[in-house]
């Protein structure tokens, strides 16, 4: 029998109270920390997760501006946008892309080059950002599309501006053109702060005024904000911020005129601008050949790239603004006031021009392209006839420390500052830019020597000049020296306001030299244009006043004694055929720089382009009634050949 065990209700009861105390602590404790949790998430955090929730319901969606138009002087049309459908794929939303695209090609006509650019695309861009497959949807395919739209998620089909250029070649470059933003774009606008402006934007300027006037041609994205279903499907806006579209450009350029030059020109290759000298805004601005930008908007396939790239002729190349050649005897009339203005000669004294201007203490002979010389002459008939001989004696005379510092001063061997990115610098030879550029050799060939200069005095040797740098230096020459900087762009039209802000013509310098020696330069350049000048037939019938001075520049040089054949030597190495011209002479309204590759003399192929130019602009004589009449006209083949014999 076991013992009786007598129950203790004290310490049971003490033992349950202690149970209870620990139980409400407990809870105690888990509510203040619910609590705190509460308080952290409703109170400290709310911002946060407000944006979240706000972010699940409410999608930012970019309004993109139209892109500025750009017009010529008169209201042309030169660059325009244009609607048109695309198809877009988020790779985010589509779990199974590439059979998406299968499918998707029984509903619209997608190419191999489609499906490589997608790609190109895919692999420079973020998953979240849509990709168009297809551009320029027909109105069918995109409503099969959007028919369908339900079994392909991540599709979308998208109206986006296109950029069209109607001129095609003629405008290529000047205008550049615009194309898909890259990853080197995407860091540049990182760089510059400016990813936020080009949300949904899948352009920008290349080339061109299109990259040089980008930021006012792009305008200001606007934003919409609309609420989604679950679905990510919009339901309805709820604020929307409209976008500013870009600003639109009028240039100087006339693109009548640049139909005259171009028509004029025909097949051959070469530049010319032509530049009012009482502003600076360039009239006519061509390189021959160019390209269609078209082609680059949305990608140039490989075809047609390597068809650009494989050219001889170099279509990409941008001839008046890159393009650097010995100028030959266009570079006289620079010569002609350098020793006027350096008091090396002066303007009624007369020495010899002989066939052959031997270099002193040798028999090294430099031979005049008139084979029996010219006799004697002024510097105004030196100018006329081009003598090359009165020039080499001239420029040994004067040395390269006279002749570089004024000839500098029109501008030659340094860019313009014109609107275009890129420029040429040139060369204007000096002994500093000799050594220099010849710094890795022997001294010998760093050395400046005396008989560097004979042939840099009528434009050759070192001599190297962009067709723009030439425009203007004959355009400040024929302004008295009032110099203004090139510009393509006359007025930025405002897109909110419409006002124009102009491109004010200031003068950029001007030339601390005498007006009597502008004035007999000029006087010398208008006498080329008459009888006994290198270019006198260009000046039958002409209704109005026009000095010029035609060039011919060497390409490859030629043994001492030997003469000149054209016809032996492949059309690449033949030479250049260069004029600059301005009119009328009183009070210039056009300067103008020509050059014809491998054409031969000036006076043959440049000239004839410069007269036809003129007639239209200033007496409105339409191109076609000239052109031929240019053609047949018989001309001096006695010019300036330039022929330096080594």
């Known amino acids: 029998m076991r013992p009786t065990r007598f129950k203790n209700p004290q310490a049971e009861d003490g033992q349950f109270q202690l149970r209870l105390i620990v139980a409400y602590v407990f809870m105690l404790l888990m509510f203040c920390i619910l609590l705190a949790r509460f308080v952290w998430l409703q109170v400290y955090q709310y911002e946060h997760f407000s944006t979240l929730a706000q972010n699940n319901r409410i999608s930012l969606l970019p309004i993109l501006p139209n892109r500025g138009l750009i017009m010529d002087r008169n209201g042309v049309i030169l660059a325009q946008n244009y609607s048109a459908y695309t198809l877009e794929l988020v790779p985010s939303k589509m779990p199974d892309m590439n059979g998406a695209i299968a499918e998707l090609k029984k509903l619209v006509s ?37 028919a369908n739209a339900w079994r392909f998620p991540g599709v979308q089909v998208k109206a986006r501006l296109f950029r069209d250029y109607p001129y095609k070649e003629l405008t290529s470059h000047v205008l550049g053109y615009i194309g898909r933003i890259n990853q080197k774009d995407q860091e540049r606008l990182d760089d510059e702060d400016k990813t936020t402006n080009y949300k949904g934007t899948n352009y920008i300027g290349k080339t061109g005024l299109e990259a040089v006037y980008e930021d006012d041609l792009h305008g200001q994205v606007g934003f919409e904000e609309v609420e989604t279903d679950s679905g990510g499907r919009a339901i309805r806006s709820l604020r929307r911020t409209p976008p500013v579209n870009g600003n639109n450009l009028k240039l100087a350029l006339d693109i009548r005129l640049q139909e005259v030059a171009d028509k004029l020109f025909g097949n051959r290759r070469g530049a010319l601008v ?50 650097t050649y010995p100028p030959g005897s266009t570079f006289k ?49 030196a100018i006329q006839v081009s003598s090359d001989t009165f020039f080499y004696k001239l420029a040994w005379d004067m040395g390269i420390d006279k002749i570089a510092p004024t000839v500098g001063q029109f501008g030659l061997g340094r860019p313009t500052g014109i609107d275009l990115d890129g420029e040429a610098s040139g060369v204007l030879p000096t002994k500093e830019w000799k050594a ?56 930025v039209v405002d897109a909110r306001s419409g006002k124009s802000r102009l491109i004010a013509p200031k003068p950029d310098r001007v030339l601390p030299f005498k007006q009597e020696n502008f004035e007999y330069v000029k006087a010398a350049m208008q006498s080329v244009l008459k009888p006994g000048g290198t270019a006198w037939r260009l000046g039958v019938g002409l209704p109005y006043t026009m000095a010029g001075k035609t060039g011919t520049a060497q390409v490859v040089a030629i043994k001492q004694g030997a003469k000149y054949n054209a016809s032996a030597l492949a059309e690449q190495y033949r030479d250049h055929s260069w004029f600059v011209a301005f009119a009328p002479v009183e009070k210039p309204r056009i300067a103008v720089a020509i050059i014809v590759e491998n054409a031969g003399f000036g006076a043959a192929a440049a000239a004839p382009i410069a007269r036809g130019l003129f007639d239209y602009y200033i007496t409105g004589k339409v191109p076609g009634s000239i052109s031929g009449d240019m053609k047949t006209m018989p001309m001096d083949t006695a010019d300036d050949a330039a022929a330096a014999s080594d």
């Open 436 to 491: 220099k550029r010849f710094a890795r050799y022997k001294e010998e060939f760093r050395r400046w020597y005396p008989a560097d200069v004979v042939s840099i005095g009528i434009g050759q040797g070192f001599n190297s000049y962009t067709p723009l740098q030439m425009a203007n230096g004959i355009a400040t020459l024929a302004n008295d020296g009032v110099a203004y900087k090139p510009h393509l762009v006359q007025e």
């Open 333 to 381: 009339p620079f010569m002609a006031m350098a020793a006027l203005e350096t008091h090396s000669i002066g303007m009624h004294d007369v020495r010899p021009a002989p066939a052959y201007f031997t270099l002193p203490g040798s028999s090294h002979q430099f031979r005049d392209s008139n084979k029996n010389g010219n006799g004697s002459a002024n510097l105004a008939k």
């Open 274 to 323: 032509a530049i009012d000298p009482q502003t600076g805004g360039v009239l006519a601005f061509l390189s021959k050949p160019g390209f269609d930008p078209n082609l680059f908007i949305d990608g140039i396939d490989s075809q047609s790239w390597a068809a650009l790239n494989n050219d001889w002729q170099k279509p990409m190349i941008n001839r008046a603004l890159r393009g």
């Open 110 to 146: 997608i190419t191999p080059r489609d499906e490589k650019l997608f790609k190109k695309l895919l692999g420079e861009s973020k998953d979240f950002e849509s990709i168009p497959l297809k551009v320029k949807l027909s109105e069918e395919e995109a409503a099969r599309v959007a």
